[in-house]
């Protein structure tokens, strides 16, 4: 393609060039200026592989693990060898969609202080992150998805006093890795591909499932306080630059990742869950057919929350 800049010998037309080129792709100047916006992904396919055994597990979550996998096979909720069979004839990606969705709508989010219920309890009393994701994989293994594939996932926070997380992981025959995530943690109502999942940053306390279990709880390095403002969180490198942004409206603000649903607070209910997965959707992707089901008012604030958060990123590079 040298033939075809043998004209812009002039610096004049350089520079009109160079010019286009940065109204053109203003993200990757601006990328290059501050260098690579985002850490480097510790939740990666290295995570199915190098297990070891559940009896080398000193944390004890291999041993939970195995303990409610064997009460689940003794007695598994109502209805649930029906929800089994609906998902056994599907292609394992639509299995993982059918499985995210089902659990998703079916429990709702509470926190009562019993850990690793199994999914009849969570069924009944209601549950948290990581009873969405054992519930999700024990689905999928009973309508036949491959077990060896399944990973639950305790993420590590990356602000000191920021909060613990567990989605579950699943890998098709093709080497794509999905995440399926609880509801009110969710940047799709959806699977997410891992490559696009925005929490791949932090260090993965265990990643285990029946067989064993895999780890790389190191700890990161570097300033990543633009990469955390940008996801809609506080930094542990410096003040909250995200709570003055919240609207007050309690859907709109979980969606847009300013807060959380508490403990002690009252849960979502079945509509609300289904309004803040509309919501998230519009907010990642605001396209008019996202938008179509909101009101004005949602739109507004969701596009002034991107629209500030964004304006402070760009203010944060420029310093």
């Not at 007695?75 to 004839?89: H, I, K, T, Y």
């Not at 067989?211 to 542990?236: E, H, I, K, V």
């Not at 309690?250 to 009252?266: F, M, Q, S, W």
Request: aromatic letters at 8%; glycine letters at 8%.
């Amino acid at each position: 393609m040298q033939h075809r800049f043998t004209n812009l010998r002039h610096p004049g037309s350089l520079l009109l060039l160079l010019g286009c080129c940065f109204w053109l792709m203003p993200g990757a100047a601006l990328a290059n200026k501050g260098g690579s916006e985002e850490p480097p992904a510790r939740m990666t396919a290295e995570l199915f592989v190098g297990n070891r055994l559940p009896t080398q597990d000193s944390s004890g979550r291999s041993e939970r693990l195995l303990r409610l996998i064997q009460r689940h096979d003794q007695q598994p909720p109502p209805g649930w060898s029906e929800q089994v069979a609906r998902l056994r004839p599907l292609p394992p990606q639509e299995q993982l969609r059918a499985a995210h969705q089902f659990i998703n709508q079916r429990v709702r989010y509470l926190d009562h202080g019993n850990a690793w219920q199994t999914p009849r309890e969570a069924f009944a009393r209601g549950g948290v992150c990581v009873e969405f994701a054992v519930s999700k994989m024990l689905l999928l293994r009973d309508a036949g998805f491959n077990e060896a594939a399944l990973r639950v996932v305790t993420l590590r926070p990356l602000p000191p006093h920021g909060v613990y997380h567990v989605v579950l992981l699943a890998r098709l025959a093709d080497g794509t890795i999905y995440v399926l995530d609880s509801p009110e943690r969710a940047q799709s109502a959806d699977i997410v591909p891992l490559s696009a999942y925005r929490e791949r940053i932090r260090p993965v306390v265990w990643a285990g499932w029946r067989g064993g279990y895999s780890s790389n709880d190191l700890a990161q390095t570097g300033d990543f306080s633009a990469y955390l403002g940008r996801q809609g969180r506080s930094s542990a490198f410096g003040p909250d630059r995200t709570s003055r942004f919240a609207t007050g409206d309690r859907l709109v603000d979980i969606a847009a990742d300013l807060r959380l649903v508490r403990p002690g607070e009252k849960p979502l209910t079945a509509a609300e869950r289904h309004r803040l997965a509309q919501l998230r959707r519009y907010y990642h992707d605001p396209i008019p057919a996202n938008g179509a089901g909101l009101s004005a008012a949602e739109r507004q604030k969701l596009n002034g929350i991107r629209a500030r958060l964004d304006l402070d990123e760009w203010n944060l590079r420029a310093r």
